[in-house]
């Protein structure tokens, strides 16, 4: 399905799914948020760098992706039209980035638009902690 979209989408915009725009959208979609150092890594011996970075450029302005950002860096995932939408839990220790998928959070924002009568458009909501490994580490 997302595979079709993603045709549908880069036809749209004059583009063709090339196969390094095919290996980009890929690495993201199999596997948690990274970050472009990461992505980059993945992506070694069947992107180059500079090809990663200029379609990352532009599945973002597409809005094939989006950007996560936890303080000065950022993570990149597949947008909510390619990916189920989902919340974060970002480990403020190690950077691992956990996705979470709460009705009740969804019902929450849905309930605070209408009370404040406010056309909902999009949300993303990063809870920071630390995952169980660091805290296990740290002993907390």
């Known amino acids: 399905m ?8 880069l036809s749209a915009n004059g583009l063709s799914k090339t196969s390094q725009r095919q ?12 970050s472009m150092h990461e992505l980059v890594g993945k992506l070694a011996g069947r992107v180059d760098r500079v090809s ?34 989902h919340h974060h839990l970002t480990c403020t220790n190690c950077g691992k980035v956990i996705d979470v998928k709460a009705e009740a959070i969804e019902g929450f924002i849905a309930s605070v638009a209408q009370e404040n009568n406010f056309r909902l458009i999009s949300h993303q909501i990063e809870i920071q902690g630390k995952c169980a490994d660091c805290s296990r580490l740290s002993g907390d």
């Open 2 to 9: 997302s595979d079709s979209k993603l045709s549908t989408v």
């Open 52 to 85: 990663a970075y200029r379609t990352v450029a532009i599945f973002e302005k597409l809005g094939i992706l989006q950007r996560l950002t936890h303080g000065f860096k950022y993570k990149l995932e597949l947008s909510d039209d390619f990916n189920r939408h």
């Open 23 to 34: 290996a980009v959208f890929d690495a993201l979609s199999t596997s948690e948020p990274l």
